[in-house]
């Protein structure tokens, strides 16, 4: 049985099609001496005429109206079949997952999220938020966002940058109580903090920090609280750049900063790379804003 190369059908069918081999080297993105070249080897595997060419048209013999009335549904079955691929590099589709904690995925991740769909409307997100570390093998996640050490395997990661945390409280609370102007001051007010981990530098060089009127490790809530006038918060600058940019916060001792922690963008050892791992993974490389 003669096989019969796709790229020569495709190209007798675009000359079929338009009745011209000028029109169909334009809607195929070649050349018109290439189409030729084409469409005649075509017709010497078949040893018959598919086309009668003049200087003004080109028609089809009837050998050639067979062969187009066969081929014209098998190759719009088969450019179907193609589109249905999920996945490919120039229409990446399907669903990622990634996991970060529940304040990175609110303050960081969750406007990166925002425009990546708005580019990239085929790619579903999944997010996990979880305060522990996720293995990404164990759960099916294909990028993490970590601060502190990327985590123990062969894994990928690439450093995004590094989070600093300051002193934040209301506009309200400053004008009741003042605003600290030295780190021995923040003894004098209501402090939202969490407490240190073991191992972990205290915020205070040398001591202890001054006891917590409400102590968390949920920045989320400690930001809230700092909100509704309760005191001064230490929080990560990027969950409080939006407060502070509508003047909900304001910053104190801004000439402290504390924790340059690293942080970084963690995947699976895949390859290749699904398209839709990696668009996102470089997305977010771009995107993320952590200072």
Known sequence: MTSLPLDALAAFQAVAQ?????RAAEALGTDKSRVSRVVRALEDTLGTALLVRSTRSVTLTAEGEALFVKVSPLLAGLEAA????PDRPSLP???VCVTTTPDLGRGLLAPALASFRQRYPAVLVRVVLANEVVDLMDRGVDLALRVGQPGAGSF???KVGDLE???FASPGYLSRRGTPTTMEALSEHEGLWPAPKKGQRSFAPGKAPPPAAVQCADFS???ELARLGAGVALLPTFLAARDVASGVLTRV???VSLANAPLYLVSRPVKPVPPRV????EWLLQHLRPA
């Open 253 to 255: 001792l801004p000439q």
């Open 156 to 158: 990928i990661a690439r």
């Open 18 to 22: 338009s009745r011209s081999f000028t």
């Open 278 to 281: 990696k668009v996102l993974r």
């Open 82 to 85: 193609l589109s249905a691929v």
């Open 221 to 223: 809530l400690l930001a």
């Open 93 to 95: 589709s399907g669903e």
């Open 165 to 167: 945390a300051g002193f």
